[in-house]
């Protein structure tokens, strides 16, 4: 084959490439319509997971096991995650199963969490913030210097100098030693905001797997060994001060655990599993809304949901539901007239890369029927090599629709 | 020599430009205060050459118009394909002149923005900058050869066409802004660039060919 048929191929390649990325992604703008599963939260009153979508059902709102309730009643059965509207409107309970509530403890319990894999698969900050964890006036502000992890130290570089400061980076390189600490640090993660109640620092995993936590008090070092590691080995940590200082934040195991990094009162640190099936960081994305008494957690992927409602003080699962995403128009037409479909985004990834976003042998079929239509209407009676009439039947057979829609922008050559 | 005046041109402008990054940078430094301009560098996403996201491609494309165009119009590449010389040959020769141009062109650009953001921001922060800057320059060394092989393209509707290739190839380098956001992504722009290489000769063969 000379070079003339090689670039020609090459181009025609590049153009399928192209086109079964933007082909369906064109076909989708047109024929999409949103899919979202209903927002699930359980009911301290019904004692059900409810599933509220008011676009689909305006006057309804139903609970797991199919009972219907009015939309009028919606804040009254779900007083949890309407307090606000309650108490405005002076309805609000003195008290559910036997706690007194107030609007200022609510809204201290009240738990907002939502995870994404591109939290972990996208390209993450260079450096970390360490901010004062006890300020004197009572508020956070950034404390003039950024921190990067280096093989054998922490080091602690000024913003306005671009300079390192030796003596914080060595002070704190000491303390993290002493305590045990052995370099490179393989991971670390922190909530580098200054708009939250409190500063808990960072968490970090050593060399040797531990986990451990560190944060500034009064400019001088803490640095702790959670000592987890015989609890879970940490995939990641997704760190969450929360209003009543319950917990750090949600940890993510090697084997697809889920819970939260409980203090305790001698100050130590605690694993408790939230009782809900095992997560996988790759594919999975997880909302959690809780209360002062049920926390809902939704876990979700291309294919299906799972809901859960939570005990808030056990995390122990009092009611589960499951359903399957149903394959829409969009879904069933992409099975059949497109083989494959290629993106360089994926919803689950943050990186740019060649993501095979489906594949279906079903469109094959009509591949081949097309191919056949192409040879008996174009290429049967022509004076064209058997050669290159076999190589047009094999390749409308593989790429379909784009095939032929890249074939128009690609100039003829000896192939065709 | 048709490309001297463009080639002086741009160098001049990507200095200018990377010169007046660095100085808009010391001014917001002085304004907002450098610990809030590295926050919004690492923890938002903010470009440190904003200005450089389309000037790469556009220097580059506008080297590959004065070099091609001429050809084109003046009826230049006729007479060339007329030596005795493989077309491929011929072909390869003014497109390694034209990259050739554009790396030393772009190695000017990345050592100079490198140099003046190490003196305000710390080496990690200037590695993210120069890894989103070298996305841009592949951007560049792909819009070369893809505007090469449009205007040496000798039909229109064909041309077109090209053009709506091209903007579509070039457009999968602006998905993602963020810095390192195609560190997984390497080989696909290794390949995509060598592959862009070839695309003007097979528009020359068809010129050539006279079709």
């Not at chain 1, 799972?306 to 122990?316: T, V």
């Not at chain 2, 050739?100 to 922060?125: K, P």
């Amino acid at each position: 084959m000379n070079y003339k048929r090689i670039i020609h191929l090459l181009i025609l390649f590049f153009t399928v490439l192209l086109s079964s990325w933007l082909v369906p992604a064109f076909v989708k703008k047109l024929t999409y319509k949103s899919q979202n599963f209903p927002l699930v939260y359980y009911s301290s009153i019904l004692k059900e997971l409810c599933l509220i979508d008011f676009r689909q059902d305006k006057d309804y709102f139903h609970d797991i096991k199919g009972n219907a309730y009015q939309r009028a009643k919606y804040d009254s059965l779900l007083p949890l995650m309407n307090y606000r509207q309650l108490a405005m409107n002076g309805d609000l309970p003195d008290s559910i199963d036997g706690y007194a509530i107030d609007v200022k403890t609510l809204r201290s319990k009240q738990i907002m969490f939502r995870f994404r894999p591109t939290d972990i698969f996208s390209p993450q900050p260079c450096m970390g913030v360490l901010l004062e964890s006890m300020p004197k006036r009572g508020i956070l502000t950034l404390p003039g210097d950024y921190f990067r992890m280096d093989n054998n130290q922490i080091t602690f570089i000024d913003a306005g100098s671009n300079k390192i400061n030796e003596a914080k980076s060595s002070l704190f390189t000491k303390e993290m030693k002493k305590k045990g600490v052995k370099f490179p640090i393989k991971h670390y993660w922190g909530n580098p905001t200054t708009r939250k109640a409190y500063d808990e620092g960072y968490f970090f995993t050593d060399s040797k797997g531990d986990f451990y936590h560190l944060k500034m008090i009064n400019d001088r070092p803490f640095v702790k060994n959670t000592m987890l590691d015989s609890d879970i080995k940490i995939r990641w940590f997704s760190m969450s001060e929360v209003m009543d200082k319950r917990f750090y934040g949600y940890i993510f195991g090697e084997n697809g655990e889920f819970g939260i990094l409980e203090s305790t009162e001698e100050g130590k640190y605690k694993f408790k599993k939230i009782d809900v099936r095992n997560i996988d960081v790759s594919k999975d994305e997880i909302t959690i809304l809780g209360n002062m008494l049920y926390w809902t957690v939704k876990i979700s992927d291309s294919k299906s949901m799972d809901a859960y409602g939570i005990d808030a003080m056990s995390l122990s699962a009092i009611s589960d539901y499951h359903i399957n995403k149903e394959d829409i128009f969009w879904d069933k037409l992409s099975k059949w007239i497109f083989p494959f479909i290629i993106s360089p985004t994926s919803p689950d990834n943050g990186f740019i890369n060649l993501y095979i976003e489906s594949f279906s042998a079903k469109a094959f079929w009509i591949n081949v029927l097309l191919a056949l239509f192409f040879y008996i209407a174009f290429y049967r009676k022509k004076n064209i090599e058997t050669k290159k009439k076999i190589f047009m039947l094999i390749f409308i057979s593989v790429t379909g629709i784009i095939g032929i829609f890249s074939l128009m922008f690609v100039p003829k050559n000896q192939i065709l | 020599m048709k490309t001297k005046r463009c080639i002086a041109i741009v160098l001049l402008v990507s200095v200018l430009i990377s010169v007046y990054s660095y100085i808009n940078l010391r001014y917001e430094i002085r304004i907002n205060d450098a610990v809030n301009i590295w926050y919004a560098v690492i923890f938002q996403g903010k470009s440190l050459t904003p200005l450089m996201m389309y000037l790469l491609p556009l220097f580059a494309i506008m080297v590959s118009i004065v070099q091609f165009i001429p050809e084109m119009t003046d009826k230049r590449l006729k007479l060339t394909l007329h030596l005795p010389a493989k077309e491929i040959d011929i072909m390869l020769s003014m497109l390694l002149y034209g990259y050739t141009t554009l790396l030393i062109l772009y190695a000017t650009t990345y050592f100079l923005i490198f140099f003046l953001m190490l003196s305000l921001f710390s080496l990690d922060i200037v590695i993210g900058c120069m890894a989103q800057i070298s996305v841009w320059m592949i951007a560049g060394f792909i819009s070369y050869g893809l505007t090469a092989w449009i205007v040496l393209e000798p039909k229109w509707k064909y041309r077109i066409f090209n053009i709506c290739i091209a903007l579509t190839m070039i457009s999968v380098l602006y998905i993602n802004t963020l810095p390192l956001g195609y560190s997984y992504f390497k080989s696909g722009l290794m390949i995509t660039t060598v592959v862009s290489f070839f695309f003007p000769v097979y528009s020359c063969i068809r010129f050539k060919d006279g079709i």
